[in-house]
């Protein structure tokens, strides 16, 4: 029989996350993304506890379970309103490629440090010129003996100054074809010809985004991440992760938005009754918790089926999660601010600072016209239309 319950233990993770998170709060999290602060007790504490690579192989310093336990982390975290934009990318991108591809040495060398927080790894395929189309990225990489040499342009690329390491998407050449395949790199921040810069974004958030600039970065042969020719499959690990992420993030903030709104709904009389009595503020907060609620189903059930091994079906959940989910944050988020009235655009009531945060999830790590386009593809059987 399908259980539609997370397990007692999932669920107990849930709540130890949330009260560890519930210690810091959404104050404390703003106050520091607005003085330009980092979260960085919080990422050590749970990485200590032994939440952040919860999904990662007890054998490197993780806590041996899977996608959907680091999921519930990311969820619970954005729910109290610390959202950690760097877990989607560290252990569940970066620490399921390389738990999966990587050579022993390889995982020896990176993973224990993703898992104790002290040697974050960020993510970087987005390039200026190429944008959603990753087929047309440039950097390159290129062999001079037994090292590698890599250049090219990144745009977008969260929490490098966070990170020791960047796990950089470039393309090599096939000594039989000729032609440029994906492969995977492990940079080191502080390599020589590896420039970084913010770009001033609108959210708010300790974490930062920044264009990368690779000017002949030299490599050992071993920063290439498993098989030169298994690129393509090994980025596609990744994937459903970054998505379930992503959603887990998404229905965490729609999560924080409601709860707050709903209190707030409840105390403020305007006339004779709480606002939260009429249906006009009462509607659109039902219909956000009901979409949070499919969005967390439709989560759950990809990571069962990437915790299973099934990759194909997991990619169709995976997206349709990962939509579902933004668009419940956006409307938990515009919901929530509309409800709160002039207070909702104050900074003291915190409800219009999740607006861009919210809206973020509808154009990262994959756009929402992009998860469109592989659901009329692969779902429906329509036409590419690209
Ligand atoms: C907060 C944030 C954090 C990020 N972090 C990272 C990171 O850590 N690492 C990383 O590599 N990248 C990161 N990104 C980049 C992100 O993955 C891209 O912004 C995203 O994939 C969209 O690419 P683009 O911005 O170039 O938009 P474009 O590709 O220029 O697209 C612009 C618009 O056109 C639409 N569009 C394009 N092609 C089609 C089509 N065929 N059909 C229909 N619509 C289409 C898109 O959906 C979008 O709405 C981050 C972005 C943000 C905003």
Redesign the pocket.
């Known amino acids: 029989m399908t259980n539609f319950t997370e397990t007692d233990e999932r669920l107990e993770l849930r709540r130890q996350v949330a009260r560890l998170a519930k210690g810091y709060g959404r104050d404390w999290f703003v106050e520091r993304a607005r003085a330009g602060e980092k979260t960085t007790e919080l990422w050590l504490e749970i990485a200590k506890a032994g939440y952040l690579g919860v999904n990662i192989p007890e054998e490197y310093g993780g806590g041996g379970g899977g996608i959907g336990d680091v999921a519930a982390v990311c969820e619970e975290l954005a729910a109290q309103g610390c959202p950690l934009?760097m877990m989607v990318?560290s252990p569940a991108i970066c620490g399921t490629v390389i738990a999966r591809y990587g050579t022993e040495a390889q995982k020896q060398k990176w993973l224990p440090g993703i898992c104790d927080g002290t040697a974050t790894m960020?993510?970087?395929?987005?390039e200026p010129d190429a944008?959603?189309?990753s087929h047309n990225i440039t950097t390159t990489a290129r062999r001079d003996g037994d090292e590698w040499v890599l250049k090219g342009q990144?745009?977008?690329?969260?929490?490098v100054d966070e990170a020791e390491n960047v796990l950089v998407v470039a393309r090599a050449e096939d000594t039989k074809t000729g032609k440029l395949k994906p492969c995977l790199f492990v940079v080191p921040t502080d390599s020589a010809g590896f420039e970084f810069t913010a770009i001033p974004?609108e959210?708010v958030s300790p974490e930062k985004?920044f264009q990368v600039f690779i000017d002949d970065v030299r490599l050992p042969a071993d920063a290439l991440v498993g098989d030169e020719n298994g690129g393509l499959v090994q980025l596609f690990a990744g994937l459903n992760p970054e998505r379930i992420m992503a959603a887990s993030f998404s229905t965490g903030l729609a999560r924080h938005a409601l709860e707050k709104a709903s209190a707030y709904a409840k105390e403020r009389t305007v006339f004779k009754a709480p606002i939260g009595s009429h249906q006009a503020i009462a509607h659109p907060l039902a219909m956000a918790h009901i979409e949070t609620e499919l969005a967390r189903l439709m989560t759950q059930k990809a990571s069962a089926l990437v915790d299973a091994g099934d990759d194909m079906a997991a990619g169709e959940a995976a997206n349709m999660a990962k939509y579902a989910a933004a668009e419940a944050a956006v409307h938990a988020v515009d919901a929530a601010v509309q409800t709160h009235g002039g207070n909702g655009i104050t900074q003291e009531y915190g409800m219009a600072g999740l607006l861009v945060a919210a809206r973020?999830g509808r154009?990262?790590?994959?756009?929402?016209?992009?998860i469109l386009?592989f659901v009329a593809m692969h779902s429906l059987g329509l036409p590419k239309?690209?």
């Open positions: 934009l990318v960020a993510f970087a395929i987005t944008g959603t189309n990144k745009i977008y690329i969260s929490g974004m959210i985004q973020a154009i990262a790590p994959v756009s929402r016209e992009m386009n239309s690209y």
